[in-house]
């Protein structure tokens, strides 16, 4: 995924992934303080009780997502998608965030994660350390590249990208329901091992 396919098609959100055959978009991941299934139309409020912080919106290109209104589309455009995850807190139950894949290009392996947010009850703990490890080992069975999509002055984001191992390739101009905004793209690559074809 170059710049020209991450920039045509990253952070489109009404964007739907085409899975290939084997590629589960939509897996169920359980690690050990937190699980990711498919995304379903139920989950409205208890996903958006976590995101109705301002607070984790502040940094990030859309600051207004916390507002019910603005998190009806993001909700909409990840049902669509095909790709959405939602997080479980293993001990409380309680839905504490999600996250996506997206833009699968078969022929490069390569692949998106992002849209991905937490409940300010899970930062600076292992919960993004633990979800972003349960999907990229689901990803490098297909996947020799994953991206992530970080908008340029979510320093947050982007210091825990780092803390992942991802390496930054480049920044962009991405346009986002018709405003552009600024995004560096971070990628990490499959480990040495068997990846299926």
């Known amino acids: 995924m170059g710049e020209t396919n991450s920039e045509r098609t990253a952070l489109t959100e009404g964007s739907s992934s085409s899975a290939t ?21 139920e989950d409205f409020e208890s996903l958006y009780a976590a995101a109705s912080d301002a607070l984790i919106w502040e940094q990030h290109p859309e600051p207004l997502r916390y507002q019910r209104a603005v998190f009806e589309g993001f909700f909409a455009g990840a049902l669509a998608s095909g790709g959405a995850l939602v997080a479980t807190d293993k001990g409380s139950g309680a839905l504490i965030g999600s996250s996506r894949y997206y833009d699968w290009q078969a022929d490069a392996q390569e692949v998106a994660i992002g849209y991905t947010f937490l409940a300010r009850s899970h930062w600076g703990g292992t919960t993004n350390r633990e979800m972003k490890k349960l999907m990229l080992d689901h990803a490098f069975r297909w996947a020799k590249v994953v991206w992530f999509h970080v908008g340029s002055n979510n320093w947050r984001s982007r210091k825990a990208m780092e803390r992942i191992g991802g390496t930054l390739s480049h920044e962009a101009r991405v346009e986002s329901n ?17 990846i299926a074809r």
């Open 21 to 41: 055959p084997g590629f589960d978009l939509q897996p169920t991941l359980i690690g050990e303080t937190v699980s990711l299934r498919a995304l379903h139309a």
């Open 178 to 194: 018709g405003v552009a905004h600024d995004y560096v793209f971070y990628r990490i690559e499959a480990p040495k091992r068997n």
